[in-house]
């Protein structure tokens, strides 16, 4: 008769030896995603990230390399031929599907290529206004004491200066308003926000106990700053800055709306949106066209940084 206290001790060791097999397929325990690799697992999941990214990629290309999308030049005008020319429908990407302007030049070939001067002036702007408002908000808040309260003041008076008011007394001033001017003038101002952000995140971190030992052990305030404070306080600046993306992009279009902002020979939305303004009634085309390419592109970069935020906030998971 067989023993069947040997089968059931035999019978535990291959119950032990295929449980740990089970738990394979999930995450290795005692490694924790990070806070980025976390973020980047929620955004591939997020429709709204997705949809955002996938139309900022094609603004990009169509601002880098406008000519893959028209042959036409922005600037050839027929007036005799092209005054005013409506729509052809029929014609998809030709010169004449969007029609023409009261210059008789292309409003497709112009819309392709306006991207160009919109999204450089919205990407150079925030990482300008990044880096100015990293480095006075990590200065305020690691020292603080008489270099916080400087600092802080100086950040309270251009918080109070009115953006787009104080970015109309600054182009003022300059005969030709080129790309760079207009850049330099909404960076001066722009930088206040992010500044505050940082200020509080690091407030926050340096009272961390992993801040609190590198002290003691004598590292530098450089390396302190660099490669502790800085990582964990650069998630809230992220986000701000992709939003206010959006906002610097619509920025311009205004200013150049009002006349103040990017003139030609510029190729720009805002410019377009300007000049079609006593159109409005005749062609109504000519300022709707790129009055929406604008609100696409602000509303695609604002959709981008709302998903960012989600995704790095643990408090709105």
């Not at 031929?81 to 010169?95: C, D, G, K, S, V």
């Not at 023409?100 to 300008?128: E, F, H, K, P, W």
């Not at 004491?145 to 970015?167: E, K």
């Not at 004598?218 to 700053?225: E, F, H, K, P, V």
């Amino acid at each position: 008769m067989p023993d069947t206290t040997a089968l059931k001790s035999t019978d535990a060791p291959a119950t032990a030896v295929e449980a740990p097999a089970a738990t394979d397929a999930g995450p290795a325990p005692g490694k924790p995603r990070s806070l980025w690799s976390d973020a980047w697992h929620d955004l591939r999941r997020n429709p709204l990230f997705l949809i955002s990214m996938t139309l900022i990629l094609l603004l990009t290309v169509m601002a880098i390399f406008p000519s893959l999308f028209t042959s036409a030049s922005p600037r050839d005008a027929n007036l005799a031929e092209h005054y005013l020319q409506h729509p052809n429908w029929t014609h998809f990407f030709a010169p004449d599907w969007l029609g023409y302007d009261a210059q008789g030049r292309s409003i497709y070939a112009r819309l392709i290529y306006g991207a160009r001067a919109s999204i450089t002036v919205g990407v150079v702007v925030t990482l300008a206004v990044t880096i100015a408002g990293l480095v006075i908000g990590m200065l305020a808040g690691y020292f603080g004491g008489w270099i916080d309260t400087i600092l802080s003041r100086v950040t309270d008076v251009f918080f109070g200066v009115p953006f787009i008011v104080g970015a109309m007394v600054i182009l003022t001033s300059f005969e030709q308003r080129s790309v760079g001017v207009v850049i330099l003038s909404m960076a001066f101002l722009g930088w206040t926000s992010i500044a505050r952000v940082a200020r509080g995140s690091v407030i926050t971190i340096k009272q961390a106990d992993y801040v609190v030992a590198a002290k003691a052990l004598g590292a530098s305030t450089t390396r302190i700053m660099t490669r502790h404070i800085l990582p964990n306080a650069i998630a809230p600046v992220i986000v701000v800055a992709t939003i206010a993306l959006g906002g610097y992009i619509g920025a311009e279009a205004t200013l150049s709306f009002l006349g103040i902002g990017l003139a030609e020979p510029t190729v720009s939305w805002g410019i377009d949106v300007s000049a079609a303004k006593d159109q409005l009634r005749n062609a109504p085309y000519v300022l709707i066209i790129p009055s929406v390419m604008v609100s696409i592109t602000v509303l695609s970069f604002l959709m981008f940084g709302d998903a960012v935020r989600n995704a790095l906030d643990p408090k709105m998971r």
